[in-house]
């Protein structure tokens, strides 16, 4: 399986709730990164995080990284209508220091109004 | 510009036909970078540009795919003898700095091409 998987595959809420999505790596990495990416569009990067940080906000975001575990969540609080898309966790691929990354399937999240 | 962008949006050509596709980063940005995504997936590396060579092409999947940089700005995508699985979306994306602990990339709304 591949480096960088989320879960759950999918997921489905009203506005207001919060979603949280997973994610699970295989190797050492220096960083994480998440994307959202609305159907049909092109990714927009939303938050990094450090190998050297355990959490990270930015505005109705936070991410979390467990390297002892390898895992990545990310928590999206009062959720609304707009944050229907996809998210990808991304991770260096092969040790790298450029942008070649590694992405999961994705979490498809749909918010009901 | 202000942002990554690709040309063309969509592409419809018959298998075996040459088809190309443009990116134009944001104006500065040193490092380009391909990527393709079929349905359903997250999207997968194909190349990686650091100014205007082929700094990492491992991702190609094959000869018939080969992409430019000739001056360090535009890159072209080239696919050859195209084939009903070359059908995807083909995204780029730019990045201000070498490394990602610099930044994140800024992808292009990609290329959504179907192969007949």
């Known amino acids: 399986s591949q480096q960088g998987e989320e879960d759950p595959q999918a997921l489905s809420i009203q506005e207001g709730e919060n979603a949280t999505m997973n994610c699970s790596y295989k190797?050492?990495?220096?960083?994480l990164q998440w994307y959202r990416q609305n159907s049909g569009r092109g990714l927009v990067h939303l938050i990094l995080i450090r190998s050297n940080e355990r959490e990270k906000h930015s505005g109705r975001l936070r991410v979390t990284l467990d390297t002892s575990k390898k895992s990545s969540s990310l928590l999206i609080t009062a959720s609304r209508a707009a944050d229907t898309a996809s998210y990808f966790c991304?991770?260096?691929?092969?040790?790298?220091?450029?942008?070649?990354?590694?992405f999961g399937q994705g979490t498809i999240l749909t918010v009901h109004p | 510009g202000a942002g990554v962008s690709q040309t063309p949006s969509n592409k419809v050509t018959e298998k075996g036909k040459y088809v190309e596709l443009r990116c134009d980063p944001i104006s500065g940005h040193t490092a380009l970078y391909w990527y393709r995504q079929s349905l359903g997936q997250g999207p997968e590396f194909l190349i990686y540009?650091?100014?205007?060579?082929?700094?990492?092409d491992s991702g190609l999947p094959n000869d018939r795919f080969f992409a430019v940089r000739p001056e360090g700005s535009v890159s072209t995508l080239k696919i050859q003898r195209t084939e009903r699985g070359d059908s995807a979306m083909y995204l780029c994306a730019s990045s201000l700095y070498r490394g990602t602990n610099t930044g994140e990339l800024f992808f292009g709304e990609g290329s959504r091409l179907t192969v007949l």
């Open positions: 540009f650091q100014g205007t060579g082929a700094a990492d």
């Open positions: 991304a991770t260096p691929a092969g040790g790298t220091s450029y942008g070649k990354l590694t």
């Open positions: 190797t050492s990495i220096n960083n």
